[in-house]
T-cell receptor
Framework: DGGITQSPKYLFRKEGQNVTLSCEQN?????MYWYRQDPGQGLRLIYYSQIVNDFQKGDIAEGYSVSREKKESFPLTVTSAQKNPTAFYLC?????????????FGDGTRLSIL | AQSVAQPEDQVNVAEGNPLTVKCTYS??????LFWYVQYPNRGLQFLLKYITGDNLVKGSYGFEAEFNKSQTSFHLKKPSALVSDSALYFCAVSGGGGYNKLIFGAGTRLAVHP
């Protein structure tokens, strides 16, 4: 079945540590997105990519980094500069980066601080 | 600036009764509107979208939504609620343009009681 796979499901970060969240899709979608979900705040866009080797900052990119070396993969690194990383992180993809296309979501990674 | 408001943090309804989850939006130009549902510790699932055409949109699991341009609303409805409909519901808007950036509301928790 086609879909989006996020791993790990749960992740713990120590102070000063960088951690990387994996997102893989086999839907052949061009566009991919990373969101952060906090209780009562909905989803906020961290980074997005419309095509391989290109990505753009979203609304809350500080303290995060991404890469898009392959169409299928869009890993997110939470750096030590992100002082409040505890959240539920969701990866999504869509057919193309144009309005009107629904985004398809993975099942998320829950990041906590040790 | 684009924005989405979901005025109710929680909606309670008895099983078998009709349900409505409210959403209003603000966007320049013609909006693309979406509803998603989220079950605990899962990603978002696409329910339905409005792009253009008929103001009443039908989606998955018996849900429908009515687009009202004059009231800038896109309320989610279902004629007969099920206990299994209990979940977190998100309204989202895209203003079209260069890419599929979605702005999400804060979410409404639907509780259907037996």
């Amino acid at each position: 079945d086609g879909g989006i796979t996020q791993s790990p499901k749960y992740l713990f970060r120590k102070e000063g540590q960088n951690v990387t969240l994996s997102c893989e899709q086999n839907l052949n979608h061009d566009a991919m997105y990373w969101y952060r979900q906090d209780p009562g705040q909905g989803l906020r866009l961290i980074y997005y990519s419309q095509i391989v080797n290109d990505f753009q900052k979203g609304d809350i990119a500080e303290g995060y980094s991404v890469s898009r070396e392959k169409k299928e993969s869009f890993p997110l690194t939470v750096t030590s500069a992100q002082k409040n990383p505890t959240a539920f992180y969701l990866c999504a993809s869509s057919i193309e980066g144009q309005g009107g296309q629904p985004q398809h979501f993975g099942d998320g990674t829950r990041l906590s601080i040790l | 600036a684009q924005s989405v408001a979901q005025p109710e943090d929680q909606v309670n309804v008895a099983e078998g009764n009709p349900l409505t989850v409210k959403c209003t939006y603000s966007v320049s130009g013609n909006p693309y509107l979406f509803w998603y549902v989220q079950y605990p510790n899962r990603g978002l699932q696409f329910l339905l979208k409005y792009i253009t055409g008929d103001n009443l949109v039908k989606g998955s699991y018996g849900f429908e939504a009515e687009f009202n341009k004059s009231q800038t609303s896109f309320h989610l409805k279902k004629p007969s609620a099920l206990v299994s409909d209990s979940a977190l519901y998100f309204c989202a808007v895209s203003g079209g343009g260069g890419y599929n950036k979605l702005i999400f509301g804060a979410g409404t928790r639907l509780a259907v009681h037996p």
